[in-house]
């Protein structure tokens, strides 16, 4: 039945997306129908929740009089337990259904569907949940202009997609977190898919997902934390933690204002108690937010070739100094990895999404490789994974995997998988079957022929610290040895059909007075 449902979910969901959106951008329409469907979600939430507590008095929340005494007073014990449980709180009068049928009945209901979703971050303040809550709806301006040039306009489409949203049953008593998780994340894929570069900031396939998800889960029956600093939506984060089945607690940071909202959210709504979870806005490089706590499995996908600031005085960070260079201005990448290491406890595990250029890039990229893997021994597999695979960019990525205690610390394992995918529209894709053998490959540290190998560090060092995948897997496939008789006696046989055909033209041209063109 869920597998019903979820289909279903995404369907409704995808068709509303389709439908409202008109000529806005799609990461512009993605902000407001991503977070009414959190709305949405919290006021079935609530309501769901209220019910349990008054079914004994057998009516609803739905029913209660907020201005009599009576109604007030059960108000007051609600709003106190549905802090403590779920971290906000939500008045009959503010239910999605209701403002939904107000503009579905041609009322003007911005201005209170404003006031609405200020009151759910209001009602967080002074509690444990506020952090979590703070400004979650800023993304959502409904006097925004992208809506429609008058007030009349952005209404008429806001109140169409809360009545279609309406119209869509979550069903939350009976279905699994899954269900409206993996629809949730169905829109934002399907946003990414649209969004062009901006994808990149947001999200990462899930194939890509579920692989570093396995990967940092490998040999654990449970996680006590997972970190990543550059979360985008957190789906990176959701899967590891769908993956791990028993988590103690997820940590995030994220740059982008709108991307660090749509991160809290879907933890929310994915069913992640606000105490369980702890993502914080800031830029991850130069201003760390989590620099006391060790982590037990570390994923990313930080953007690529990211320029920063490289500030000499950042060679007194613990993060960095021990390298003795900075990652160039122009190239994060190995900044990004020196922060994460930083945060990797002994017994963790990293996978993280790179750039290929970081295998074999010299200067100070060079260098920090060098000392990773000749003063450390924390590079552990190399995988090389497809071109064209995500959003926003078609240039080739890795995944490296880094340990602190390697089981296998006198070789590194290299995995060339960038030749196995299949095509989905104009994207290259992970298959069950190719996460598996990768998977697999990873586990048994197998040297499959022209797949992978298992290579010494006194060969890197050989090669200079080069860990360019073509170095180690062969990978060319021998041509079919050419029949030198054969072409011989084909290229006779051409010959004389030539001369054949060079008398018949000649007999020809004698016929007709004129001269041959040979």
Known sequence: MSQEKNKELKQQLGKIADDQRGSMRADDFMDYLLGLTFYKYLSEKISMYADELLSADNFKFSDIDETSEEGKQYLEVIEKESINKLGYFLKPSELFTNLAERGNNNNFILDDLTAVLRSIEQSTMGHDSEDDFENLFEDLDLTSSKLGKTEKAKNTLISKVLYNLDQVDFDLKNQSKDVLGDAYEYLISRFAADAGANAGEFYTPQPVSKLLAKIVNDGKSRLKSVYDP???????????????????????QESITTTYNLARMNMILHDVHYQKFDIKQEDTLEHPQHLDEKFEAIVANPPYSLKWSADPLHLNDDRFSQYGRLAPKSKADFAFVQH???????????????????????????????????????????????????????????IAVFKKCREEDENILFIDASDEFEKVGNKNKLSEEHIEKIFTTYQKREALDKYSNLVTLDEIKENEYNLNIPRYVDTFEEEEPVDLDAVSREIKAINAEMQSTNSEIDKFCKELGISTPF
């Open 340 to 398: 994460m290491i930083h945060h990797l406890a002994e017994n963790g595990t990293m996978a993280v999404v790179l750039a290929h250029g970081v295998l074999f890039r010299g200067g100070a990229e060079g260098h920090i490789r060098k000392f990773l893997i000749e003063n450390k021994n924390y590079i552990d597999t190399i995988i090389g994974l497809p071109p064209n695979m995500f959003y926003g960019t078609s240039i080739p990525t890795i």
């Open 230 to 252: 550059t979360c985008g939506s957190g789906s990176l984060l959701l899967r590891v933690a769908q993956e791990a089945g028993d988590i103690s607690k997820i940590y995030g």
